[in-house]
């Protein structure tokens, strides 16, 4: 069983900018895709941003030109890069990984992003 766990959230004002870091336990063919998606209050959990092992990137329209996601494979370590951050981005971001773009076969345990206006 592959451990997610997630850091570096927390509150910041609105244009600021925050990363989150998840390392997972272990590499497995399960952890091709890592990424992140996120949970706001009374929403659905919605798509974030992806990346494969192979650099292959997939992002929501919503962060486009703010967000970046990246990773380091040798140590098992994706990151989420947040720039002009907005109250909308507020949520609980949850790291997860998978074998596909479309599987989330882990899930980390969840890190609060509070964005003031």
């Known amino acids: 069983q592959v451990r997610l766990v997630e850091s570096g959230g927390g509150l910041v004002q609105a244009g600021g900018s925050l990363r989150l870091s998840c390392a997972a336990s272990?590499?497995?063919?399960?952890?091709?895709?890592m990424g992140w998606f996120r949970q706001a209050p009374g929403k659905q959990r919605e798509l974030v941003a992806q990346?494969?092992?192979?650099?292959?990137?997939n992002y929501a329209d919503s962060v486009k030109g703010r967000f970046t996601v990246s990773r380091n494979n040798g140590e098992n370590t994706v990151y989420l890069q947040m720039n002009s951050l907005k109250p909308e981005d507020t949520a609980i971001y949850y790291c997860?990984?998978?074998?596909?773009?479309?599987?989330?076969?882990?899930w980390g345990q969840g890190t609060q992003v509070t964005v003031s206006s």
């Open positions: 997860e990984a998978g074998l596909t773009f479309s599987d989330a076969d882990y």
């Open positions: 272990e590499r497995t063919i399960r952890t091709n895709v």
């Open positions: 990346i494969s092992s192979g650099g292959n990137t």
